[in-house]
């Protein structure tokens, strides 16, 4: 199972930007795909997540400025980022908890990050 980013830029603050993330490969099940984030010198911070069950949790910081989806004909994750603010500004990965088809074990996969920058 692949995780792809894309979406990722240099934008000013106020702006949006839409991230997504296609999960690809021998896919059984997904019970939860959703978006962390990691600034230079700070720990990975889960920033939304979704799961097969339809529960939705935020970061406090990004609550009523970023929203997640999902669409789950194509498996892929999307993360609409409006309202960005300079501190917003880290590496976001994509995250999957996924039952693959090969292990039949549910397992987590990683994308392989993309970077979002938000100008004062």
């Known amino acids: 199972v692949r995780l792809v980013e894309s979406g990722g830029g240099l934008v000013q603050s106020g702006e949006s930007l839409r991230l997504s993330c296609a999960a690809s490969?021998?896919?059984?099940?997904?019970?939860?795909m959703g978006w962390y984030r990691q600034a230079p010198g700070k720990q990975r911070e889960l920033v939304a997540v979704?799961?097969?069950?339809?529960?939705?949790t935020y970061l406090d910081s990004v609550k009523g400025r970023f929203t997640v989806s999902i669409d789950n004909a194509r498996n892929t994750v999307y993360l609409q980022m409006n309202s960005l603010k300079p501190e917003d500004s880290a590496v976001y990965y994509c995250?999957?908890?996924?039952?693959?088809?090969?292990?039949?074990?549910?397992?987590?996969?990683w994308g392989q990050g993309t970077q979002v920058t938000v100008s004062s």
């Open positions: 979704t799961t097969n069950d339809g529960k939705i």
């Open positions: 490969g021998s896919i059984f099940a997904i019970y939860a």
């Open positions: 995250h999957g908890e996924i039952v693959d088809g090969v292990s039949v074990s549910r397992r987590e996969f």
